[in-house]
C-alpha cells in the first residue's frame, strides 16, 4: 500500500465524492484498484445511509400494554393467549429496539461524515 492509498483510506470518511478528494489524490484512485474498492464501498455506505432517514418503524398498538402487564404482574402464570401476547410484546421491543439502534447509527455516521467533509 502506498502513501498516497493510506491518505485516499483516511480522506474517504469525510468527503461526498472522489473529486472532492483533490487532483492529485483523485489521480491516484483513478488507477488504484485498491482505492476504487475502498472508494467504492464508502459510495454504497453513504448511500445506504441516507436511506435510513426514510424509513420509519412504529410499534404494534398491543405493545404498551402487553409490557405493563408483565411489569405490573411478574408472577403471572404464562398460559394460552396471555404467553402468546408476551411472546410478540418480546419480539416486538426487540425489533423497535433494533431499529432505533440502526437509525441511531446511521444519522451518527452521516453527521459525522458531514462534519469531516464541513472541516476538510
Known amino acids: ?7 485516499v483510506r483516511l480522506r474517504l470518511p469525510g468527503v461526498d465524492s472522489v473529486d472532492d478528494l ?3 489524490l483523485a489521480r491516484h ?8 474498492a475502498e472508494s467504492a464501498r ?14 420509519t418503524t ?7 400494554p402487553s409490557v405493563v402487564i408483565r411489569i ?7 398460559t394460552g393467549d396471555r404467553r402468546a401476547v408476551v411472546r410478540r410484546a418480546a419480539i416486538a421491543v426487540s425489533a423497535a429496539a433494533g431499529a432505533a439502534v440502526a437509525a441511531t447509527a446511521g444519522t451518527i455516521i452521516v453527521i459525522g ?5 464541513q472541516a476538510a
Open 1 to 7: 500500500m502506498s502513501t498516497l492509498c493510506t491518505v
Open 22 to 24: 483533490g487532483e492529485r
Open 29 to 36: 484512485v483513478e488507477t488504484c484498484l485498491t482505492c476504487q
Open 42 to 55: 464508502y459510495r454504497t455506505l453513504r448511500h445506504r445511509l441516507g436511506g435510513l432517514a426514510e424509513q
Open 58 to 64: 412504529t410499534a404494534p398498538a398491543t405493545l404498551v
Open 72 to 78: 405490573e404482574n411478574p408472577d403471572l402464570e404464562e
Open 113 to 117: 461524515l458531514r462534519r469531516a467533509h
